[in-house]
């Protein structure tokens, strides 16, 4: 996204991937780790981009939904698939990722709400995660008013962060998946934002008391692959300055032509004259 100013709409939620009903006790087949929990923080949300003046009303907006780890990591030892149930006005509504980056690049003209469920590997041993995010085409009156109106080169965003919570993994998840995941013991201090404090939910320490905390976190692994958003957007920004340098050729000649008939009236304006 380059350095374009971004409007952001940000809501930082902590829900358990786990719904009530699920069975904690343990089974043989299928034990569970009743000790320990495992907190996987990410992001979904969409980009938006205004195609401009010149584009089709049908097509006025690019847009790209996704879901990714927070601080890029790896969702793919966790995550089979990740669909994205967007609006029928759109081919083929239901996108199935099966791989990241989990996203998907559309045009469009209109604002939805984009169904994404996420289904987890089968060593994993959870329900689907469900969660719901907002197209957003065009900025508030607001944010008009604070950060100018919607050009094609400002993004609009909205990103919404949540942290998966693993509570009682099973124990076939956390000796394939977790256990490999380096773990990062940080002392904290009581004094905290309400995030942090949510997060201590991963190391299962308590508020704000002003005491030590001992906080134990997970290094997770990076995730080599980029959203392809980016990339896309750069080429139709190239595309659009080529079209731009056409357009200003295309009337650089036609001011020399219309110069050349009004030059060829003239010349025989006085031709005329001379043989008089
Ligand atoms: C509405 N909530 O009913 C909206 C629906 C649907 C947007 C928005 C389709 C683009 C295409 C598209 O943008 N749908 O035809 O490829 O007002």
Not at 169 to 185: A, C, D, I, N, Q
Not at 212 to 233: G, Q
């Amino acid at each position: 996204m380059g350095d374009a100013t971004t409007t952001t709409t940000t809501t930082a939620t902590t829900t358990a991937t786990t719904p009530t009903n699920i069975d904690y006790t343990d089974n043989e087949q299928n034990p569970r780790v009743p000790e320990e929990e495992y907190v996987l923080p990410i992001s979904y949300g969409s980009v938006a981009y205004w195609l401009g003046k010149k584009a089709d009303e049908y097509h006025s907006h690019e847009w790209t939904v996704y879901v990714r780890g927070q601080n890029n990591a790896d969702l793919s030892r966790v995550i089979e698939s990740v669909t994205f149930q967007l609006h029928p006005s759109f081919a083929e509504p239901k996108r199935v990722l099966t791989e990241p980056p989990y996203e998907v690049t559309e045009t469009g003209w209109g604002e939805f709400e984009i169904g994404i469920e996420i289904k987890f590997r089968p060593e994993v041993g959870e329900e689907k995660e469900k969660l719901m995010a907002n197209l957003k085409l065009f900025p508030d009156a607001d944010e008009v008013a604070k950060s100018g109106p919607q050009t094609t080169k400002k993004p609009l965003v909205v990103e919404n962060r949540e942290e998966l919570i693993f509570h009682k993994p099973r124990k076939s998840f956390w000796e394939k998946v977790v256990k490999k995941s380096k773990r990062v013991l940080e002392e904290e201090d009581g004094e905290e934002d309400d995030e942090t404090n949510n997060n201590n939910n991963a190391g299962g320490s308590g508020g704000s008391d002003g005491k030590k905390h001992k906080k134990v976190t997970f290094a997770y692994d990076e995730c080599e692959a980029k959203s392809k958003h980016e990339a896309l957007w750069k080429q139709r920004e190239a595309k659009m300055k080529d079209d731009e340098e056409l357009m200003k050729l295309w009337c650089a000649q036609k001011v020399t032509e219309e110069r050349c008939r009004v030059l060829k009236a003239q010349l025989m304006v006085l031709e005329g004259q001379l043989l008089d």
